[in-house]
């Protein structure tokens, strides 16, 4: 009886899933109406691979997470009766704020100036690192063993840029970009390899396909186990904010939404318990 | 009804109510408060234990990982060994498939310091040029085997660990192995559910781990939780802190907790609320329905009296006045005595309720534990047997490799090529014999050394080898001289033509096996075993009776039964109190290898919580006790007129009566006629008493059908380890203990309710067939009676541990003895019984016995005694008191025969009755009803018999005989009526009067009259009597 119902209950969620998605494709440009009008559902994008931030359960289909309390709270304090999470990549997230595909990312984006050009961000609700993180048996130590080596970053992602420009402060390699492709991208002195999600490239530092890898603190906490660990060296800080579309109605609210909540220690709360 | 006395009843019903939801209300709370607290301190004993638990079982990881890794370092070694050693070594992938044969392992490759494969036994997924592997580049660099790397290939879901061994400056061998079975080791061993699986808290919480970083369940008892995500399960995030204490719903299921984050992962110690509450209810439950009982008992028992003094008058006699309020004496006193046994039965019940589950759960929870301690042993044990296996496989395969090497090169045989030989194996020392079992060159200090001759040394079984056997995988034996524990392994050695030609043995200590033989000892398994508060386990040798482990070392060694067992304590199965040194256990023993293993529990918590609980409740109880008294026994005084009101008694057919007991006291009694009829009594037609007496019934009755249902349904209604399953279970030892007293109770509920069900059948069956039909029904219906008890009896005796089949025995012993002697007692004591249960007669009938009659002052086991009513006791054998008739009733007849001449009238004599009988009425106060005249009784030789009788009660008759026949006297010498007597008698004819018309008219009425008006009055059995029967 029990079993039977989880069916019942699963074969649900995933109707319900798969009609959203038909909606969400056919219907987006009425939706996106009615968001702006600060009414209904407010369609959010979210990461669903990072633990403790954003992470979808596959059996309730369901997001869990500091940045999924984050959008409830605000989606509640702009006035939404609903909150939709929409699953977005990296590589997805941009195209899909740009074309309305959600209303706004809370999706471990950081903020980064040429990300500016682009789209409004609420003031940073968290600090994050990006790190370098190596095998064990590579017997790499430091970072400037990294020279001539090969190291893995999620395409589309802030770490390959921040890495680079830390990479040529410490001197370990040169100015010039070699070669840029969807692939890799060749520095002087080191290869960027650009690898689709964070768990092929975990996997690519598995086999030594990569010789590190760079990526957020927060995510590497996912994919850190004994046998690897993580360089002495700080990348730099990465600030994540919630995107909105440039200068559209929804900025300014979010912002401020996102502000009080830092201010009255609600953000502070959410990170203390999602620790 | 009035309408105050509505009032006082509903004032009652709703003070009976508060009283039970005020009990109700204060047992919850504090066996709550009781069960937290202990349940707090399980927790917070478990969460102290566990990083020292967890860093154990990291440990045992670290070392069996380190000794994996060790064999087939050795075997990259052994490898590298041949390649520097002249054995015939070379790059190709034919040896390299060779040496992955001889050694055992997955693969084997020679690899270029570029990370270039030169050979290889088969491919590999690795690419060895990539900086991952640099690890095993580090053998160009330092002396000795590379540590080990594992590599994950997820997509071909393959994981590989990596040794490496320098064969020259440019290439090393490598050798590849799946780590399949060290993963399995770890997970046997040293993994999170191997370890949390072995933790109990409490008696029966349990720890389960939650990952701190995705929250998925990383262990759980129960194995489909596992690997589901924690929140999802109910958790809420933010209730995972370290150092918390919570109430958490984890699949449907609450559970108190405690949360210790360690490494990655939140511990939660949990107990179940069902564990907790389970007890509860059924505890509380009882004694609510206990107190419940009582209290509604008291209180209907003064509404009870208070509506028969409303319908029949009140007594001014039974109050005294108390200001405005007036005491009922009548109900005061009998509701004192109420009260106080009800206040008794709650407080016994409550310290009742308490040592049972407190017990059972501690037995529940011992008994677990030793199950689980027993599964330990066996695991451990096998886990023994299959790592021997293991190591003789693996140093058979390096005493073959060794074997391989010598046979390569022959020249090796000498101390320093066989040392490093051995280096490389990683074994102590080599030996190599001779064709002639000479040893001929070995690393060892001793080098002199020919096998022996003698079957019963050693060395003599390796004499096999230089007949051509194989190899020889000798027993782990203790070294004579140091006792460690030391192996030898033997492998021939063969010719290039293949002939046997010595053999090669190598000798190792097996440490690892060492130190787990060793943890299979009965002290190491016993030693970490804690159990609730203070609970612990030891073990008894079986052979001698001494402890073999106990966490006193003093007691180690000394004798069991010197520190306080008993004889009959030493065995398996054993489910009872102890004393070990003094100190009273509960414990649970089950029986393995050469020992009774015993899990001991001092009393718990809530054991020695019982009494303050026990008074608490009795304390409740009496304040509410108390209220429902004061309302019972007191009322507003009334006005004087009020008083009064005396209403006549209602004429309805009643069947009970006031007899006086032999102590003088005045009770309530049903009439003999009455006791066995089936029909029960009118309500109306019952006292107070036997109301209060009824509703007791009803709610005994209501108890044991519950009892009952509950036995029946135990599987439903009860979770598997409540205390209802454990006592119905058995599992406990048979004694005169709370366990045995339980399923006693239980199984007279259960017999009682089906009895009485049968019983209830028989007598709808008896209603439809006819007098023959009820006498069968009557007669199963008491046979079922006895079976039932005589069962019932004799099951209870062997639940209180008293040897039945002995008790048997003795019986059939018994009836010998009563043949010789004995008989009369028996049958005097078996009588005497049957009379009990039957109920033929009661303290304070009337009966007669043969020709003795008198009150039932007392009906003793052996004989019963009657009051004969002078004051004369006259002592019956039961098995004598037969032809018993049972005179209790409510009324008697005092008979009084007259002898009247045969010329005296008839009809003049009746006509004199008629006119007298309301003169003897009035000068005879006892007389009740009549007189009656009962006509003619015999006409007699010399006499016509006449008989009046009148109504009286059974203790006056005697008196009132007597004076009816002086005043038949009187009034026959007033009317000159003869009363013939033996005189001779002169002949002198005299004319007799007669009747006149009038007079016999009159008479005809009369006797028609008498006829009719005595017609129910019985008494014609007496007919030729004295009316004395």
New interface residues.
Partial sequence: MGKKSKLVAAALVFAVAAFSLVCMAGCSADSQEEASSGAGTLRVGVRDDI??FS?L?D??GKH?GLEVDIANEMAKRLGYADVEFVSVTPDSRKDMLLNGGVDCLVACYSIADSRLENFDFSPAYYTDRAIVMV??????TDVEQLEG?TVGIMSGSNAGPVFATKMYELGVIGPDVVENTDEYTQYQGILVKKIATYEELS?AL????V?AAAMDNSIA??YMNE?RSILDVNLGDQEYGVATQKDSELSGNVANAIQEMLDDGTIAAYID??N | MSIRLKIKGVLLALVVLASVAIMGFTLVSMQDDLSIESAQADIQREMEELPALLEEADAETAQNEATFDSIYQSKAESIAFMASHDTGFEATNAKMSEYKDLLGVDNVLVVDRDGGVVARAQDT???FS???????R?VFDTEGPSAS???????EGVTMRYYAARIDGDSMVVIEQNPAELDELVANTGSLSSVLSGVSVGQNGYVFAVSA???VVEYHPKAEFIG??A??NGIR??RLEDGTFTWITFGGERLYCGVSEIGDSYYISAIPESDMAASRNLTVGVILFIFFSVAMVVALYGFFVMREDEKRGYNPENYVNMGPLRFNKAIGKKAIVLSFVGFLAVMLVTFYMQTLFSLSAESVSSNERAADIERTIDRTNAQADVLTEQYNERYLSKAETAAYALEQNSALKNRDDLQSLADALQVEHLYVFNSEGVLTATNSPYSNFTLSEDPEDQSYEFRALLQGVEYIVQEPMPEEVSGELRQYIGVTLRDSQGEADGFVQLSMRPERLETLLSSVQIDTILDGVKLGQGGFAFAVNKSDGTFAYYPDEKLVGASATAAGLDESQLKGGFSDFLTVDGVRYYASSFETGDYYVYVAQPESELMTDRVPLTLATGANGIVCQIVIFLLVAFEIRRKRGEVAAVQEVDDEPNRTFETTMPSGRRAKTESAASRWIYRSMNWGDKSAEQRVLTVLKVLMGIFAIAVCVAVIFQDRVFPEDSVFSYVLSGNWEFGLNVFAVTAALMIACVVLTITMMIQALLRMLAGVFGARGETMCRLISSFIKYASIIGMVYYCLMLIGIDTTTLLASAGILSIAISFGAKELVSDILSGLFIIFEGDFRVGDIIQVGSKTGTVVEIGVRTTKINDGNGNIIIIRNSEVSDVVNMTKELSYATCDMDIEYGESLERVENILESEFPNIRRRLPSILDGPFYKGVVSLADNSVTIRVVVQCAETSRGQLERDLRREMKLIFDEYQINIPYPQVVVHQPRTFYKATLAEQLAADRFNDEQKEAARDMGNEEFDGDDGRK
């Fill in positions: 633990m403790n992470y359960n059996q309730t869990y095998e064990n048996s590579s017997l790499i080596k996997k598995e086999t030594g396909e010789d906490s996912t046998d318990k999602w | 997924l690795a690419d990539y900086q991952r592997y640099n690890l095993l580090t790397m594992e590599v994950e290939f997820a997509d970083k995705n929250y589901t995500d929140l999802d995030v933010e």
